[in-house]
């Protein structure tokens, strides 16, 4: 009785185990591309509605992306930052919020962007960590926040139409620390 998962004859040989074949899509029985390299760049983006669930969902799915491609140590920075900026989307404007993450070996971006074109204040000079709010302060931490915890940080203004809804984008970026070239020891460490 023969099957189609009989390997008992093959004419070049028995045929190779099923985990040694290439993944097939299931909705189109193709197999899957390769992966992507660590150090191939690369981008994913979310877009969700006004909706208190969607921060969460934003956190969710960063995570799940930055665990599929090996970027276990950005987790929790990224998160957090995410986490504060889809928040304000959802919080302080009326339409959907988009999060977009970015890879450019060692640099992880995470841009959100919402519809309202009000950027938040930054106070004391530019470039300045901005001022730490009262103990008993509801909010105002976010930027500061942003400030102590991303590598660098911004955001822009987006005009309305013909270049598209209009908003603004606020940014952070990561770095992956990356070993010195060749094994040697960086200066600091060199004795």
């Not at 934003?58 to 090996?70: I, K, M, Q, S, W």
Request: net charge negative; with cysteine; proline share 15%.
């Amino acid at each position: 009785m023969s099957t189609e998962h009989d390997r008992s004859h093959h004419p070049t040989g028995p045929p190779a185990p099923d985990y040694l074949l290439p993944a097939l899509d299931p909705l189109t029985g193709l197999p899957d591309p390769p992966p992507l390299s660590f150090t191939a760049p690369w981008h994913y983006e979310l877009r969700f509605p006004c909706d208190p669930r969607g921060p969460g969902i934003a956190r969710l799915t960063l995570r799940a992306v930055l665990d599929a491609h090996g970027l276990h140590e950005l987790n929790d920075r990224a998160e957090l930052l995410t986490s504060e900026l889809a928040t304000n989307s959802v919080r302080h404007t009326k339409g959907p919020a988009s999060v977009r993450l970015q890879w450019l070996h060692p640099v992880l971006r995470v841009s959100v962007w919402d519809m309202s074109p009000d950027l938040p204040t930054l106070p004391g000079p530019l470039g300045a960590l901005p001022a730490s709010p009262g103990a008993h302060a509801v909010g105002g931490r976010g930027l500061l926040i942003l400030g102590m915890v991303a590598d660098r940080w911004g955001g822009c203004a987006i005009g309305g139409e013909p270049m598209g809804p209009g908003g603004k984008t606020l940014w952070f970026e990561l770095n992956l620390p990356v070993p010195p070239p060749n094994g040697t020891l960086a200066p600091a460490l060199v004795a």
